[in-house]
């Protein structure tokens, strides 16, 4: 009713039940009497009554509310962050071994990424004209591989419009193994929908007709066919099966194992690898029994994925595997080590170059040596060995101890380019000691009689162990082994501080390690904590190089000569490499190893 006031609170009820606006103050309102004849309802707790079932009504209908607009935003977050797969992968066989696909379109993010990491890089800084700088180079590289026979803008530019995939099947690798060649291969392009086989090819042959569509020879034995924007080439099987896949459904896009580990990968991709695991390992079972070669392969993953992104300051290449079953172990065997963060990076030097960290390697190498010892090919061998270790009371005790073992390799004087070495083993402080106390007593033993020399030092209240060994030859052939290695000497330094075993080689190198202090290693460095951080932590096992480091102390200790020429002409984009980093982390859901390629 024009002019009438409808309260706030009144509106989601006029909206939901459609009433017009002061209807329900004229309403009639029916009353009962009781017998003493006072209304049954009195008006005040009848409009109390009115009021309390329309304010249940409004909540009921503001939750409902409420709750669909949750649901609708929650199915926007799936639809809008799934990756779906490309339509291209319709047309590799749903049996495929072997699937890649790259994407040149740069999908998602991975332009703004691109774009932020070559910035890093002279001549990129402008990030406007990033597409066209992008063509140049590609033009310079398709000119230079063609000997200018290619033309980037006319024959390649169009096939980079979109994602670019290729497919091997069991027989094209069966063949290959045998000298043959890939039979069914087949490559899969998104074109820009504007070319044909003829502009690509130039001159093509046929043309023949495939289930409706047309195919044109180009060369000796190749099919080129055009299916709307999508370009098809391979041999004449290969492109068949192609077009059979993507007619009836059946195409790698559809492979529940695929499926499975393109999802294990985080985020856009530039480029992916699909390896079916199954399959792979029984062709070379297969491969090995045509050979004469009877082995049973340990249980492999089903699949392996593997995924190239960029990042900001990083280039990331992760391989992805399906988990593998746990297979029934001795009880007295001890359990797979949990991940941890590193703890050796806080005692190495902040000048390190290069660090392998491995996590738990006493139980890996107990358990690894109890699977071989059930294997029936290697169990006899196995049982040798640990008859030879008893000496040493077992394997156990040989490597039992050992928790996380490192190797690192530093600089250890600018002023004579050497680069000297540690191998770090982390235990039970005790252990470490007993462990360090026999290896001495060992080689006290051994220098009876022959060049081996021992003799101890203090440094900053910390016990070394200098070994030389001699002449290698002359050792060799007291133990048996000639040729070990005549006129080269082997000297190595031995200590143990805080549950960590040291044996390292170079001169200085003890000293240098036990002179680092935890705010200034390499651990505390930004280039370490930066790569390690985007390789993941805590992990099983991790790598780190220092690429500034290296390049400087090579172009500061390297002859000229070494480093001139193509090197230097690529120093000023090398001068931005920060550094390299991998690990490996072990989870329910499979086996995660990333590498990553830092800029600064």
């Known amino acids: 009713m024009p002019g009438t006031h409808v309260p706030e609170s009144e509106l989601p009820l006029v909206a939901a039940t459609g009433e017009a606006p002061g209807l329900s103050a004229v309403e009639p309102r029916s009353e009962t009497v009781d017998l003493t004849g006072e209304p049954a309802n009195p008006p005040a707790l009848a409009g109390a009554a009115a009021a309390s079932g329309r304010g249940r009504r409004r909540w009921l209908l503001g939750g409902g509310i409420a709750v669909a607009a949750v649901a609708v935003g929650i199915w926007a977050i799936l639809i809008l962050s799934a990756r779906p797969l490309p339509e291209a992968l319709r047309y590799l066989p749903g049996d495929s071994v072997i699937v890649v696909e790259l994407r040149p379109e740069l999908p998602g993010d991975q332009r703004a990424h691109l774009g932020n990491l070559l910035a890093h890089f002279p001549g990129f800084a402008d990030q406007s004209s990033l597409s066209e700088k992008l063509d140049e180079v590609l033009a310079r590289l398709v000119n230079a591989a063609s000997n200018g026979g290619l033309d980037y803008a006319t024959r390649v530019k169009p096939l980079l419009a979109g994602p670019l995939v290729m497919a091997m099947g069991a027989t094209d690798l069966a063949g290959m193994t045998r000298g043959g060649s890939a039979a069914r291969a087949l490559v899969v392009m998104t074109t820009d929908g504007k070319v044909d086989c003829d502009t690509i090819f130039g001159s093509t042959g046929g043309p023949e007709t495939y289930r409706a569509l047309e195919l044109r020879s180009v060369g000796k034995d190749a099919l080129c066919a055009m299916d709307g924007k999508f370009l098809l080439l391979g041999s004449a099987s290969g492109v068949h099966a192609g077009i059979d896949a993507k007619l009836a459904g059946s195409g790698i896009d559809a492979n529940g194992r695929y499926r499975t580990a393109r999802a294990a990968l985080d985020g856009d991709q530039l480029g992916t690898l699909f390896v079916d695991g199954t399959k792979a390992s029984d062709l070379i079972t297969s491969a090995m029994a045509s050979s004469g070669v009877t082995l049973k392969l340990p249980s492999g993953p089903e699949w392996a994925m593997v995924g190239v992104r960029i ?7 992760e391989l992805r595997t399906a988990p593998i079953p746990e297979t029934a172990t ?26 392998l960290e491995l996590h738990g390697v006493g139980a890996s190498v107990q358990r690894g040596v109890a699977a071989l010892r059930d294997n029936p090919g290697t169990s006899a061998a196995v049982g040798q060995i640990e008859q030879r270790l008893a000496v040493v009371g077992g394997l156990d005790n040989l490597v039992g101890w050992i ?28 252990k470490v000691e007993v462990e360090l106390a026999q290896l001495r007593n060992l080689l006290v033993l051994a220098s009876i009689g022959t060049d081996i020399t021992v003799h101890e030092s203090d440094h ?8 030389d060994l001699g002449d290698l030859g002359v050792l060799g052939n007291a133990l048996g082994i000639p040729g070990l290695g005549s006129g080269v000497s082997l000297k190595f330094d031995l200590a143990a501080r805080d549950g960590v ?24 460095t930004s280039s370490y904590q930066a790569a390690v951080r985007l390789a993941g932590t805590p992990n099983n096992a991790q790598l780190y190089l220092a690429l500034d480091g290296f390049l400087g102390w090579a172009e500061a200790h390297l002859p000229a000569d070494l480093i ?26 499979g086996e995660r190893d990333r590498l990553v390629l830092t800029v600064k």
């Open 311 to 317: 990042l900001d300051d990083a280039v990331s290449l």
């Open 330 to 355: 001795a009880t007295d065997l001890p359990t797979r080590a949990p991940v941890a963060d590193s703890r050796f990076a806080a005692i190495l030097p902040p000048d390190t170059l290069g660090y």
């Open 403 to 430: 928790e996380e073992l490192g190797i690192a390799v530093f600089p250890i004087d600018t002023g004579r380019a050497g680069i000297g070495g540690a191998v770090l083993v982390r235990g039970d402080a005790g």
């Open 460 to 467: 900053a209240g910390t016990a070394i162990s200098t070994v």
């Open 501 to 524: 075993l040291m044996f390292s080689v170079g001169d200085g190198v003890a000293e240098k390690l036990l002179d680092v202090s935890a705010g200034a290693a390499l651990g505390s």
């Open 564 to 589: 001139a020429g193509p090197a230097q002409s690529l120093r000023p984009y090398l001068d931005h490499l920060a550094a390299l980093a991998a690990s490996r982390r072990s989870t329910s859901a």
